[in-house]
């Protein structure tokens, strides 16, 4: 089942929906593919995404493509690394000697780390190779440099309240019966 938000006119006539736009709420399923066709990334069979539109909460490209569209509109879009998680920057990968983390911690391939950098910002990377003395990290997002092919289902769109903008968040998710796409 579909919400679709809608809105009165001044003067109470008739009722216009409300299209995507800056500081909305926006709840859509999506479905991120490589150019393979391999599946890396869905909401489906899980809670759909709400997001709030202009605050760069997803991926840029997917937001312009979907300012705009109304509830239940759907979209298949191409998006550059430009417009969703850059190119992959070869001086992100780098070795880090082994007693930088922690004595007790196995570390291996995939693994996840965060750390503080000088400038007091948080930095998350990826562990892909280790030994005893040294461990090649990549600071890369994992899909940064793909081509993404996107199947983007909207649900609902309303106005976010005073607060939801203050706080740069939407409060609450939407419940949404589970949709499929293509």
């Known amino acids: 089942m579909l919400h679709n938000l809608t809105s009165e006119t001044p003067g109470g006539g008739e009722e216009i929906r409300v299209k995507i736009g800056k500081d909305r709420v926006v709840c859509i399923d999506y479905t991120i593919r490589l150019s393979t066709g391999q599946v890396v990334e869905t909401s489906i069979g899980q809670e759909a995404l709400t997001y709030l539109q202009g605050r760069r909460q997803i991926v840029p490209g997917v937001e312009q493509a979907c300012d705009g569209l109304e509830p239940g509109a759907s979209l298949e879009i191409v998006v550059s690394p430009a417009e969703a998680y850059g190119d992959r920057d070869p001086a992100g990968v780098f070795v880090v000697p082994r007693a930088a983390f922690p004595a007790d911690e196995t570390i291996g391939p995939g693994m996840l780390f965060s750390a503080h950098r000088p400038d007091g910002k948080n930095l998350t990377f990826r562990v892909v ?6 461990v090649l990290v990549d600071t890369n997002h994992p ?3 793909e081509t993404l092919h996107i199947s983007v289902l909207v649900h609902e769109v309303r106005n976010a309240s005073a ?3 203050y706080a740069g968040r939407p409060f609450a998710s939407v419940h949404v019966e ?3 796409l293509a």
Do not use: C, R, T, V
């Open 129 to 134: 190779e280790a030994n005893d003395e040294l």
């Open 163 to 165: 607060e939801e903008i």
């Open 143 to 145: 899909l940064a440099g």
């Open 178 to 180: 589970p949709q499929y």
